[in-house]
């Protein structure tokens, strides 16, 4: 049994290193796939997330960071971008729902298989969008790609999310999803299971901070994502009259102006709560922090990562 292991594990080596708003109306006169970024050698983690590239160092119970928050979210991390280390924890592992903290995900698998200057066809199935949605795409159009992935990770939009899965797997939205859980595997994120390309339906579409804090380190280390993501705003070429649309992130430290915010991802439903994966910089340092069903994710987000900054110092 032993052998048998060392060689599914020499087998899996290769895979494992492989509503919101914010849109406005545009104003008048105003090539082959690339491969998920490798993170280097592993680092180990533990209740909920296997050892993997990309994997937060849950194995180690000492953190660095008391947050002191009187009403935590009910799960939670901070961590070190680069290194994986855990400074906060509160239930790192607890399976929630993510709401549209899955379009990290959605955008990995886009990057990856849908190259630049591609154009994304708008389908009835994406007008038929519920929640949040960029709102203004024209039925039958082909929009940039890049536009597309704007929309899905500032503005959050289920219909750019719809869209850009049908995309990326021949026309089929339940294929892109197979293809979600398949990457979600490959990465060991073990807490994480998607039911949809937007995060807009929770049953059956959930995970925790440890396998979030993976895609988040994933998200970064795609150039392409990474350069969308710590954009506050963007005016982006579009077939409307005017010619241009003004999309708006609905990132709060962004928002904000928090120094060196980089990213990633809010999401919201009745079920998941308010939800955020915020990182930034600070020199040589950066964070990241996950927030699950958060009372007031962009106040905690700040008070921890000024925490962390401070004890990196």
């Known amino acids: 049994m032993l052998l048998a292991a060392v060689a599914a594990l020499a087998v899996l080596a290769p895979q494992l290193l492989g509503g919101e708003a914010g849109v406005r109306r545009a104003r008048p006169a105003a090539a082959a796939p690339a491969a998920l970024p490798m993170a280097g050698p592993a680092v180990l983690g533990s209740a909920g997330t296997v050892p993997a590239p990309l994997a937060v160092r849950l194995d180690d119970p000492r953190d660095a960071v008391d ?4 009403h935590p979210p009910r799960a939670g991390l901070l961590f070190d971008l ?5 400074l906060w924890r509160h239930r790192p592992a607890r399976v929630l729902p993510i709401a549209s903290l899955t379009k990290m995900m959605t955008a990995l698998l886009v990057a990856e298989r849908v190259p630049h200057g591609a154009g994304v066809r708008i389908t009835p199935e994406a007008l038929r969008y519920r929640g949040s949605g960029v709102g203004l795409f024209p039925r039958g159009k082909r929009i940039d790609v890049e536009t597309m992935l704007h929309g899905l990770l500032l503005v959050s939009g289920n219909d750019a999310a719809i869209a850009l899965a049908q ?11 197979w293809l979600m859980n398949q990457r979600a595997r490959a990465m060991g994120l073990e807490c994480t299971r998607f039911s949809t390309p937007s995060g807009y339906r929770d049953a059956g579409n959930h995970s925790c901070a440890g396998d979030l804090a993976a895609m988040a380190r994933a998200v970064l280390r795609t150039r392409r994502l990474a350069r969308i993501v710590r954009r506050r705003s963007a ?8 010619g241009k649309v003004y999309l708006y992130n609905t990132n709060p430290l962004l928002r904000g102006r928090y120094r060196g915010t980089t990213g990633i991802k809010t999401g919201s439903t009745l079920a998941a709560g308010r939800c ?3 990182t ?3 020199g040589a340092t950066r964070l990241g922090v996950v927030l699950l069903h958060s009372p007031d994710p962009g106040l905690q987000a700040r008070r921890l990562l000024d925490r962390g900054f401070r004890a990196a110092r």
């Open 67 to 70: 947050a002191g928050l009187e």
């Open 82 to 86: 680069g290194t994986g280390r855990v």
């Open 167 to 177: 995309r990326a797997a021949g026309g089929s939205v339940r294929r892109f999803v």
């Open 235 to 242: 005016i982006l070429r579009f077939p409307t009259k005017g």
């Open 276 to 278: 955020l994966v915020a």
């Open 280 to 282: 930034a910089r600070r």
